[in-house]
């Protein structure tokens, strides 16, 4: 399974960004797919998550300012970023999870937000 994630870039604070990223299988094979990201000098955390009954979840600094979606027909899952702030730069991956619980991560994609 390869993941390949898209969409980084620099925007200046307040603009919008969305990532994209697309799966050499099916989404139907995971069991849910998610949105993690790691600035410098920090953990990796999770931003955001999305099942196969497209239940989602949100981490507590992006809600309500992100959004994650999946399109089943073009095996691609997305994050929708607005309002950036620069807290928010940082590496976003994009991460899969099959029905045995083996995850699967894409190259990650930078973000920077300038202020």
């Known amino acids: 399974v390869q993941l390949q994630a898209s969409g980084g870039g620099m925007v200046q604070a307040g603009g919008s960004r969305r990532l994209s990223c697309t799966t050499s299988?099916?989404?139907?094979?995971?069991?849910?797919m998610a949105w993690y990201r790691q600035a410098p000098g920090t953990q990796r955390e999770l931003v955001a998550s999305?099942?196969?009954?497209?239940?989602?979840e949100y981490a507590a600094s992006v809600k309500g300012r992100f959004t994650i979606s999946r399109d089943n027909a073009k095996n691609a899952l997305y994050l929708q970023m607005n309002n950036l702030t620069p807290e928010d730069t940082a590496v976003y991956y994009c991460?899969?999870?099959?029905?045995?619980?083996?995850?699967?991560w894409g190259q990650g994609t930078l973000v920077t937000v300038s202020s």
């Open positions: 299988g099916s989404v139907f094979s995971f069991i849910a």
């Open positions: 999305i099942t196969q009954l497209d239940s989602t």
């Open positions: 991460n899969a999870r099959n029905h045995r619980f083996e995850d699967f």
